[in-house]
């Protein structure tokens, strides 16, 4: 099961999150109390080349906005709305792309999605049933109100390749908890045994 902690902003918390085994990580570039800015994030990925992905997590932004954060930061992946790829021309990194509550109507997926609710960073719960439709179809990331008393519920009902959670492991917002975030992981593991024991 992928992990990525999202909303990463401290040494300290970037250091957690690797050394409990998530595989991915998310720097927000957008209006957001976990907002950094691109030298930020690469200072904090520091030497984390090839040891995690480094996801860059935007909002609609403009080629210019992507071409400041790409040359800065050079992630790994791009994470925003599905519909902002097109005009932002070549990425130089993976597209992750986000639907919100509703996965595309028809027609051939992306090799990888993010889907989570209505509003990013607020903790608000994405539509589970309707994930666990597109989660058949493609590599599918649940992300939205996930927390470590949910997570194993998540798992079991989506089934998805992968979770993501910001508000979920922090003691105030914006503000990280290591032990949620150890947790969390731990958690996210335990239900992946649980899944294997089952089949």
């Known amino acids: 099961m992928f992990i ?3 909303g990463l902003s401290t040494p300290d918390d970037v250091a957690v999150a690797v050394d409990a085994g998530a595989d991915a990580l998310g720097f927000v570039f957008t209006d957001s109390p976990r907002r950094v800015t691109p030298e ?8 984390l080349e090839g040891r995690v992905i480094r996801v860059a997590v935007m909002r609609h932004p403009t080629a210019g906005d992507w071409a400041q954060v790409r040359d800065a930061f050079e992630p ?5 709305d599905a519909e902002d790829f097109a005009p932002l021309g070549r990425l130089g990194c993976k597209p992750l792309p986000v639907y919100r509550n509703a996965g595309p109507s028809a027609g051939r997926l992306p090799a990888r999605v993010l ?3 209505a509003q990013s960073g607020h903790g608000e719960r994405a539509d589970w049933p309707g994930a666990a439709r597109v989660a058949v ?3 599918l990331i649940l ?5 470590c008393d949910n997570v194993g519920e998540a798992i079991e009902t989506v089934r998805p390749w992968g979770v993501d959670v910001s508000s979920g492991v922090e003691c105030s917002r914006g503000i990280k908890d290591p032990r949620k975030i150890r947790e969390f992981i731990a958690r996210v593991r335990a239900a992946e045994r649980e899944q294997a024991h089952v089949h």
């Open 4 to 6: 990525k902690i999202c």
């Open 40 to 47: 930020q994030a690469r200072a904090l990925c520091g030497n």
């Open 76 to 80: 790994d992946w791009l994470q925003t």
């Open 115 to 117: 889907f989570e609710g």
């Open 137 to 139: 179809r493609t590599r």
């Open 143 to 147: 992300a939205g109100g996930l927390d």
